[in-house]
């Protein structure tokens, strides 16, 4: 297990009786869980891939989340919340994917249908046109010896699997088209990799992406600019990794997210979805202050997601 991870699931379990968010009545914005692939375990030690959760760990998740009384929401349906617009159930929740892989639609998506929970897919265009994009090329062993075992479910989204996708009520959003970090693109590499992304949504969907989740996600990947070059090109909300829920009363534009791991138990799942996590954002942000102070190598992160 990655110490970071260790650490978070030890404080937040020590610190849930004092940090506990499923008792109170502040109307606090739902939790958005964010995954990346659903995959079985692979090789002979039966390793599981970088950011994966097995198809048992997923049902177990949204068999707690229907049984819990949790409505999920599409993104169209939290941004219409989020504007007063309509009004939240008494728990609600989105489950987000990120990046476009097969297992998406062939593992997650009949899944989350048994517990009548809706999917939102955060797509890299780059990777759902098969080009060579660097963060997926580089595959961990684990990675590699799952791409073996399960060649199927390592190939990118198709554009007509979006397409059924997005007809049944999926949201289908975007995630760049490149995948890079935008903290460190220049401002007309954003524009060009925005316009690359949204013309392809056009073409192959119809329809232009309103909600954005920033690749990588943490502190530093979602400057100021890049939100507002995004804005330009009709991109509306945006979402990150890094955790701290505010109220639906702050009006915010920029929403986090929650990381769902495979190292989660569905002991540490609950306190993701009960607000038993949120507190640690104030620490990692401060975490990132303290060593951005001491270092001018912005790359030293304590990084989340992809
Ligand atoms: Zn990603």
Redesign the pocket.
Known sequence: MRPSIFFSKVATRAAWPVTRRDRGTAPLVPPVLCY?RVLPRSGNDKQQAR?SVTPAQFRAQMSVLASEGFTSLTLREFSGAMRGLRELPPRSALITF??GYNDNYALAWPIAREFGMKLNL?I?TGLVEGENIE?FERRTISEKRSEEDYPALWQPLQWSQLREMSAAGVDVQF??HG?ENMGSLSSADITADAARGISLFKKHLGFTPTYF?F???HYGSYPHVARALLAEQGIEIFFTTELGRKTVEDKQTTFSRIVIHTEDDLDSFRRKIYGGYDWMGTLRKLNYSVRGWLSSDQSTRWSE??
Do not use: I, L
């Open positions: 990346h950011y990120d990046d955060f890299c963060v995630h760049s995948h989740a690749p990588f996600g997601g992809s």
